[in-house]
Antibody
């Protein structure tokens, strides 16, 4: 059974940094693209970033480019999101997701981890 | 354009049929996938590809696509189908994803 277990959220001041982690199990992690998706309070879903199987390709939504870095450790079946220069508008629940082989889809989701950027 | 639009809200009587649509040029090239999200929960994939349901998703959920419009249909809506529904597609680069703004479905 596929599991994505997230950790690392919390409260951070504007301009600060935070690192999110996602531990994957139940599938061959190194065979899948992975993504991060976020949801601001009371708002819709926003795709944030994704990373290719070997980490060689990475893509970001414009609003986080240059501030966030997605990475992975295939030996540890783990996905990360390093968030720097955080702003109030980055406040959201962040989800780790697996990109489907079969379609344009995110087929498994982590439980979500809240990030609050506030002074 | 990578923009995706959805109706903000729809309502359906219990047991009746409701269709939720997403519009965007990207649907001319990619099938949408659809996500159900209930309050306080992570989204769940309910439909992907041409018309495929993940294991455990009831067959009252179905999908279709025509031109720049992708649709999710719930045939015989149940109380537990009340939720927010989001579609997703690729942007012009073909590598990034774009979510629709979501549709709130109310079952009366």
């Amino acid at each position: 059974e596929v599991h994505l277990v997230q950790s690392g959220g919390g409260l951070v001041q504007p301009g600060g940094s935070l690192r999110l982690s996602c531990a994957a199990s139940g599938f061959t992690f190194s065979s899948y693209w992975m993504s991060w998706v976020r949801q601001a309070p009371g708002k819709g879903l926003e795709w944030v970033a994704n990373i290719q199987q070997d980490g060689s390709e990475k893509y970001y939504v414009d609003s986080v480019m240059g501030r966030f870095t997605i990475s992975r450790d295939n030996a540890k079946n783990s996905l990360f999101l390093q968030m720097n220069s955080l702003r109030a508008e980055d406040t959201a629940v962040y989800y780790c997701t697996r990109d489907s082989f079969l379609a344009v889809a995110l087929d498994y989701w982590g439980q979500g981890t809240p990030v609050t950027v506030s002074s | 354009s990578s923009e995706v639009t959805q109706d903000p809200a729809v309502s359906v009587a219990l047991g009746q049929t409701v269709r939720i649509t997403c519009q965007g040029d990207s649907f001319r090239n990619y099938y949408a996938s659809w996500y159900q999200q209930k309050p306080g929960q992570a989204p769940v994939l309910v439909l992907y590809g041409k018309n495929n349901r993940p294991s455990g998703i009831p067959d009252r959920f179905s999908g279709s696509s025509s031109g720049s419009t992708a649709s999710l249909t719930i045939t015989g809506a149940q109380a537990e189908d009340e939720a927010d529904y989001y579609c997703i597609s690729r942007d012009n680069s073909g590598r990034r994803y774009v979510f629709g703004p979501g549709t709130k479905v109310t079952v009366l």
